[in-house]
């Protein structure tokens, strides 16, 4: 996938998503109040850096548990293989 600079905000053809956009989402659909990321992006890392803050947040009362599994650091590049996709992927899948 592809994220935006500074923010790991995922970027789509009509636009962005931001983690808080991301959250609101998972819980008006999702029952479960856990729930994990993996984030296989440049600039991931920022998400995970930045979850901090929205998980103590009490406009997210129905969150006990998420978590953000990060390609990369926060600021810094995530990688593809050249056939396969990318290598955080490959190795979360066993691959």
Known sequence: GHSEKRTGNWI???GVITLRELI???IQHWRSQD?????DCSYAGNWAHELYKYTSMSDFPRIHSVTVHAACWPNKLAYDSPNNGGYFTLVQSGR
């Open 35 to 39: 729930f994990y990321l993996y984030l």
């Open 12 to 14: 789509f053809c009509d």
């Open 24 to 26: 609101r989402l998972i």
